[in-house]
């Protein structure tokens, strides 16, 4: 353990974490502090996928902010398939808010009561009629870090097989592409997944993938 000295000895203040040797970075060693919720209260909803609330909210040096707006949906699971022969489950699709067409992985809301794995274990056979052998967790990761909207829970899923034939009902045009991996990354580096939290699921699956397995 290194010797670590110390500048600005007040409590309330940033430390300044100086570690010894030149070519050691200055970093910053703070003591953080969470926001606490006072209270809440609905103030618009719009059936069961969207609620708008506004929080009091607490400030760590005391200071109450009384109207922190705060959007509730639901949470959610992304699902990366890859199939026995390593290709990749993809949707090419549009969507409301996004310009054009977009690659996309698997995906949907988590059902009351469901967990993140057992939502993506059903996305993935309404949405393909496929079910996967292997299944690996990528994270859980807060779509907002300030006004909330809902968890993103990434997943890889490995030896994917038809079992039977797709039971989906999104509102979307889509259609279902098989995709090499090379394809896949690709497409990710030209920006064709279009929506951050499909981009950040096939991220971090090709980054578990190439860890494991690096590219032929």
Request: proline content about 9%.
């Amino acid at each position: 353990m290194p010797d670590i000295s110390w500048q600005n000895a007040r409590p309330d203040k940033p430390k300044k974490c100086l570690w010894p040797g030149a070519l050691r970075p200055t970093l910053l060693c703070v003591s953080l502090r969470p926001w606490h919720t006072l209270s809440r209260r609905t103030v618009w909803k719009s059936g069961r996928y969207l609620r708008v609330e506004l929080h009091s909210v607490e400030l760590p040096e005391g200071r109450i902010i009384p109207d922190w707006p705060w959007v509730v949906t639901p949470d959610f699971a992304n699902v990366v398939a890859v199939d026995l022969e390593g290709r990749f489950l993809c949707f090419r699709q549009t969507k409301y808010a996004v310009a054009g067409t977009s690659l996309a992985p698997v995906g949907g809301y988590l059902e009351p009561g469901e967990s993140p794995l057992s939502a993506a274990q059903r996305e993935l056979r309404e949405e393909t009629g496929y079910e996967a052998g292997q299944w690996t967790p990528l994270g859980q990761f807060a779509v907002d870090a300030n006004r909330g909207a809902g968890i993103a829970h990434a997943f890889l899923a490995r030896q994917a097989r038809p079992v039977g034939r797709p039971l989906a009902d999104d509102l979307e045009d889509q259609e279902l592409l098989w995709l090499e991996r090379s394809e896949v990354e690709a497409a990710l580096a030209r920006g064709e997944f279009k929506v951050l939290p499909w981009a950040a699921a096939m991220a971090l699956a090709l980054h578990r993938l190439r860890q494991e397995t690096p590219p032929a």
